[in-house]
């Protein structure tokens, strides 16, 4: 079983930026593949990020790309969304989830995904 728990949500400014840490329990977090998602009321969660075992695996969502950039710290137990520039549209629950993965691959459709954190809020004000 693997808990997962959000940090670094908060209000920002329209192009300010914020980091999110996800935190996450289990011994065998470096054969996890890692995402994160955000979901506004009334829509279906969104992927945005995701991340393999190694650095070299990313992908990103369009609407983030060249603005976000999620990392990961084995020893820590931590995956993190790094956001920059950052746009009212932004505004969302973001969730950070973990799939036990056999292969150092990308996962990016909520169905894939086995565990996920409770979210935390982000607010861009323009």
């Known amino acids: 079983q693997v808990q997962l728990v959000e940090s670094g949500g908060g209000l920002v400014q329209a192009g300010g930026s914020l980091r999110l840490s996800c935190a996450a329990s289990?011994?065998?977090?470096?054969?996890?593949?890692m995402g994160w998602f955000r979901q506004v009321p009334g829509k279906e969660r969104e992927f945005v990020a995701a991340?393999?075992?190694?650095?070299?695996?990313?992908y990103y969502a369009d609407s983030v790309k060249g603005r976000f950039t999620i990392s990961r710290d084995n020893a820590k137990n931590t995956v993190y969304l790094q956001m920059n520039s950052l746009k009212p549209e932004d505004t969302a629950v973001y969730y950070c989830?973990?799939?036990?993965?056999?292969?150092?691959?990308?996962?990016?459709?909520?169905?894939?995904?086995?565990?996920w954190g409770q979210g935390t809020q982000v607010t861009v004000s323009s």
């Open positions: 289990g011994r065998t977090f470096s054969r996890y593949a």
């Open positions: 991340r393999g075992w190694s650095g070299g695996s990313t």
């Open positions: 989830a973990a799939v036990d993965s056999p292969y150092d691959t990308i996962v990016f459709t909520t169905s894939e995904y086995d565990y």
